[in-house]
């Protein structure tokens, strides 16, 4: 059976450490990581002393995700780390003072919003891992978008083993972005960090699942806006996924759709009617928090759901406004 194949989770949130599940409520709106976790430990204090949030999650549960492979794998292991926002408006300000005074006028508060790969940086250096590196800027589908990319690499052949998930970290900027973007009745924002490791060949090891598909697909649409036909997306979302994995919507035990909006969670579920009927609907938003990284996080749960027995095929379909899509099928191992 060809991989990739999902060896370890990990992960960083609202609920603390781990991949928790099913989780207690949170009791706020906002799901931010609560600031006495003790993250630091297992670092030198100078590596992480000057640290951001983003990375220093992404760190954390990349290593949790990697914890059970040799070191030697580790060093060799790539990463593909989603984030879901890229030019954000700190970084047009800092480019704008820039441009019009000279790198003199560059406001170092500013820095840490412009660097959007600085975790898969920091992760490098913090755990010694030498293999290939993407950061992408997927909005709200990013946790499931790097996960698709790291599925690509692994399965031909440029990589052996990747960590993959997202980071986010619920900044002030990006909460004045969303809010009107997502309306009353949506889902909290969230913040955090969720990984897991794929490999190619796990050798002896069970893996928790196997990746059986990966896709994508899009339709036009404004770039804080989203697709006004959203069953049409789904469909060709799940076909492009079908055509990998071999099998369809129809025969998923459980199903993960947006619910970014009261608008997606209405025509995500009308969806899943039409075309997944016998599917459980995977609601994670909610607990996790809505961000792009929380994608990674239901791919961890629905894997070590897998491992369990509890389902035995899942998919995931994520839509970031923008109209971009990517899907993710995991399957038990026979």
């Given at each position: 059976?060809?991989?990739?194949?999902?060896?370890?989770?990990?992960?960083?949130?609202?609920?603390?450490?781990?991949?928790?599940?099913?989780?207690?409520?949170?009791?706020?709106?906002?799901?931010?990581?609560?600031?006495?976790?003790?993250?630091?430990?297992?670092?030198?204090?100078?590596?992480?002393?000057?640290?951001?949030?983003?990375?220093?999650?992404?760190?954390?549960?990349?290593?949790?995700?990697?914890?059970?492979?040799?070191?030697?794998?580790?060093?060799?292991?790539?990463?593909a780390v989603g984030q879901s926002w890229g030019p954000t408006a700190p970084v047009l300000d800092l480019?704008?003072?820039?441009?019009?005074?000279?790198?003199?006028?560059?406001?170092?508060?500013?820095?840490?919003?412009?660097?959007?790969?600085?975790?898969?940086?920091?992760?490098?250096?913090?755990?010694?891992l030498?293999?290939?590196?993407?950061?992408?800027?997927?909005?709200?589908?990013?946790?499931?978008?790097?996960?698709?990319?790291?599925?690509?690499?692994?399965?031909?052949?440029?990589a052996e083993t990747m960590v993959a998930g997202g980071t986010d970290e619920l900044a002030p900027f990006l909460l004045f972005v969303l809010k009107p973007l997502r309306g009353k009745g949506a889902p909290p924002p969230g913040e955090g960090a969720y990984a897991l490791a794929l490999e190619r060949d796990p050798g002896p090891?069970?893996?928790?699942?196997?990746?059986?598909?990966?896709?994508?697909?899009?339709?036009?649409?404004?770039p804080h806006a989203f697709p006004v036909d959203p069953g049409a997306l789904l469909d060709d979302l799940?076909?492009?996924?079908?055509?990998?994995?071999?099998?369809?919507?129809?025969?998923a035990d459980a199903v993960a759709l947006p619910a970014e909006t009261p608008f997606w969670q209405e025509a995500a579920e009308a969806w899943r009617r039409r075309r997944a009927p016998g599917a459980e609907a995977f609601r994670f938003q909610d607990p996790l928090g809505c961000c792009g990284a929380a994608w990674a996080g239901a791919a961890a749960v629905l894997a070590a759901r897998t491992a369990r027995n509890e389902t035995g095929r899942s998919l995931l379909l994520a839509v970031s406004s923008g109209g971009a899509a990517w899907g993710l099928a995991l399957e038990a191992l026979p």
């Open positions: 059976m060809k991989g990739p194949f999902v060896t370890g989770v990990g992960g960083v949130g609202p609920l603390g450490t781990g991949i928790l599940w099913p989780p207690p409520k949170p009791s706020s709106d906002a799901r931010r990581v609560p600031a006495d976790l003790p993250l630091r430990e297992g670092f030198s204090a100078q590596s992480t002393r000057w640290l951001d949030g983003a990375s220093l999650w992404w760190a954390n549960a990349a290593r949790q995700a990697l914890t059970h492979l040799s070191p030697d794998t580790i060093a060799v292991a790539g990463q480019e704008k003072g820039i441009w019009s005074e000279g790198p003199g006028a560059m406001n170092p508060a500013l820095f840490p919003f412009t660097a959007g790969n600085a975790p898969a940086g920091q992760a490098s250096l913090l755990l010694g030498t293999g290939p590196s993407l950061t992408l800027h997927a909005k709200e589908a990013s946790g499931l978008a790097a996960l698709v990319e790291a599925s690509r690499l692994v399965a031909c052949g440029a090891r069970r893996p928790l699942a196997r990746v059986a598909g990966w896709g994508g697909a899009s339709r036009p649409c404004g799940a076909a492009a996924v079908g055509r990998t994995a071999g099998w369809g919507p129809s025969s």
